[in-house]
């Protein structure tokens, strides 16, 4: 069961209009699930809120200890827990996995934001961030830095 090393659920002070997730921390996010495939891999995002956005600022990978890590992502809390605020973030790898959360997600991630990084061969395919919100989840951009980081672009996502 995916979920977060946190314990409650605390709403988002207020919602993103985005996340931005330069591309050293996307190549971060790339080789720590490279390097668990076929299991899931998970962790952090650090994150500064600039106006109404999300921009990372470290990528904070934790250890899959779930009983059964090809199919689920589940960490225990450590002092590498960034404060708020943060995104938690977890690959779903079997081609068969929605690139969207899961019941599974839903019901155990304790996070207000998460980031579901489709990667059924090993490589991101798909970036797709939810809010927990009073009447559940809601999905917000998720973006890059563009040339000359004055534009921000969308990364990839799947329905």
Request: glycine letters at 6%.
């Amino acid at each position: 069961m995916p979920a977060s090393p946190t314990s409650g659920t605390v709403l988002f002070a207020r919602t993103p209009g985005s996340l931005t997730i330069p591309d050293e921390l996307q190549d971060s996010i790339a080789a720590t699930i490279a390097a668990s495939h076929p299991h899931e891999a998970g962790g952090y995002l650090a994150c500064t809120r600039r106006d109404d956005r999300l921009h990372a600022t470290d990528h904070v990978p934790l250890e899959n200890v779930a009983a059964e890590p090809r199919w689920r992502f589940v960490a225990t809390a450590t002092d590498r827990v960034p404060s708020e605020p943060r995104v938690f973030y977890h690959s779903h790898t079997s081609p068969s996995t929605p690139s969207g959360l899961t019941g599974v997600d839903r019901r155990n991630i304790h996070d207000p934001l998460a980031l579901v990084v489709f990667a059924p061969h090993g490589e991101p395919y798909s970036y797709r961030l939810f809010q927990l919100g009073l009447f559940g989840w809601r999905e917000v951009p998720v973006t890059t830095v563009g040339e000359g980081d004055a534009e921000s672009e969308k990364l990839p996502r799947l329905m």
